[in-house]
């Protein structure tokens, strides 16, 4: 399962297969209110789930039940707008910050064909970033090497869960073409004049329906393409959670309920 388990099915977005948008809001794997009974979704900290079987999907043969996991969100929420806005070959796309959002838009855009380039504000990312499958990275602290990247994209994808000024990454779009945000912030930062300047575009988006996610999961199982996580047993959970706040992790944990 996603992080989404259920949706009205009625709405205008549902119908559309879109129900990562539903009208009355998805129901969510954890935190979330299930619809039938009214009591709070437990994720994976759950002993037994009941679910929409729409919601439960096929996990490809051949692919890693740990890497896949981090699929069912971070993998869909970074899929969806790269088909949304057709990355493939022939394209130069840029991926805002390395996390666990990131690391798996620099393996998907490179999966689809497109040349890739990070941004981050850390120099020391530069091998993790090109070992993921980046052909560039740019310090985005680094003025000049900013103003060189002007005109430079054709999607940027923005995977930084803080707030921070967008004007720089906007002129670096090419004419027409689009910014698309993933982080959640409370606010965004941009100088309007670098959006009506070329005629650009600011979008946002967020996790994936269900074909969407059936098929992203095929498409991954075909170009082999999992998160990097690292493994603890469950009962190193309190650890994983310290490191977690601590950002002690490259780039997702996922923890071995048989343990």
């Known amino acids: 399962m996603g992080n989404i388990v259920d949706s009205c099915g009625v709405c205008e977005a549902c119908r559309n297969g879109d129900q990562e948008f539903c009208a009355e ?7 979330g209110r299930d619809r039938h009974d ?11 789930y009941v679910a929409d079987q729409a919601f439960v999907h096929r996990r490809p ?10 699929l069912m969100c971070a993998g869909i929420t970074t899929w969806v707008p790269l088909r949304r806005w057709q ?11 390395l996390g666990g959002l990131g690391h798996l838009a620099v393996k998907l855009a490179k999966a689809l064909g497109a040349e890739v380039v990070g941004f981050t504000t850390s ?7 090109l070992d993921l499958g980046a052909d560039d990275l740019v310090v985005s602290t680094d003025a000049e090497a900013m103003a060189r990247q002007r005109g430079r994209f054709d999607f940027i994808l923005d995977t930084v869960p803080r707030a921070h000024d967008l004007s ?10 689009t910014l698309c945000t993933l982080g959640i912030v409370p606010e965004l930062s941009f100088t309007p004049q670098t959006l009506r300047f070329g005629r650009k575009r600011l ?3 967020g996790s994936g329906g269900i074909t969407d996610t059936r098929e992203m999961l095929d498409f991954c199982a075909a170009h082999d393409v999992t998160a990097t996580v690292e493994v603890l047993p469950v009962a190193e959970v309190d650890a994983a959670l310290d490191r977690l706040a601590a950002g002690d992790v490259r780039y997702r944990f996922v923890l071995d309920l048989t343990s």
């Open 25 to 31: 809001f998805p129901t969510l794997t954890y935190g």
């Open 168 to 177: 720089p990454n906007l002129t670096a779009l090419r004419f027409d073409r």
């Open 87 to 97: 990355v493939g070959p022939g394209q130069t796309v840029g991926v805002i910050g």
């Open 123 to 129: 120099p020391g990312k530069a091998k993790d970033m």
């Open 203 to 205: 979008a946002g988006a």
């Open 61 to 70: 043969e051949g692919l890693d039940p740990a890497g896949t996991a981090p």
């Open 38 to 48: 009214g009591s709070l979704t437990q994720g994976g900290f759950s002993d037994e």
